[in-house]
């Protein structure tokens, strides 16, 4: 399979590993947007999150925990972490094999929140929300 993430794991690819386990592995982004981002990956190819079973997506996210962990107790000036993904090119997915952005965060790195990604809903309004949480739960 043409997957680089996938040559990554098999060591076709080299990277900067900074954690691995026997589901997960973590190595830094070749084209940082932070000292210190990290891409936490399934060594199982899942082309997005959403492909993933919930088992699996708990092995991944027990690694995300503890790679979180590593980078602030071990990286210098830094207090905060933001940690995300893009879930399909509507979102900005690049690369087709899942995997979870670290970026390591502090309060004078300039940086936005998760809420500065996306801010296009429509309402506020409590029969509005009503609405959706009732789609999404029937
Ligand atoms: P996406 O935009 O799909 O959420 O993120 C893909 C990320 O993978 C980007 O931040 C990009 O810099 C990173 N990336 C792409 N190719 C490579 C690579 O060969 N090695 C490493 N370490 N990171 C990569
Ligand atoms: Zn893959």
């Given amino acids: 399979m043409d997957c680089?993430?996938?040559k990554i794991i098999a060591g076709e690819i080299p990277c900067y590993k900074v954690y691995e386990d026997e589901n997960t592995l973590a190595f830094l982004d070749v084209a940082p947007c932070a000292d210190g981002h990290?891409?936490?990956i399934p060594k199982k190819h899942a082309a997005a999150f959403v492909e993933m079973s919930p088992e699996e997506s708990g092995e991944l996210f027990?690694?995300?925990?503890?790679v979180s962990n590593q980078i602030m107790e071990k990286m210098e000036n830094v207090?905060?972490?933001?940690i995300g993904m893009n879930t399909y090119e509507s979102a900005g997915q690049t690369v087709m094999h899942t995997h979870v952005h670290i970026f390591?965060?502090?309060?004078n790195d300039g940086g936005g929140t998760t809420h500065s990604i996306v801010n296009n809903a429509k309402s506020s309004d409590s029969e509005y929300l009503k609405k959706i949480s009732e789609q999404?739960?029937?």
């Fill in 136 to 138: 999404l739960t029937k």
């Fill in 104 to 107: 390591p965060r502090n309060e």
């Fill in 38 to 40: 990290t891409m936490v």
């Fill in 4 to 6: 680089i993430f996938c």
């Fill in 62 to 66: 027990k690694a995300v925990n503890i």
């Fill in 79 to 82: 207090t905060g972490l933001t």
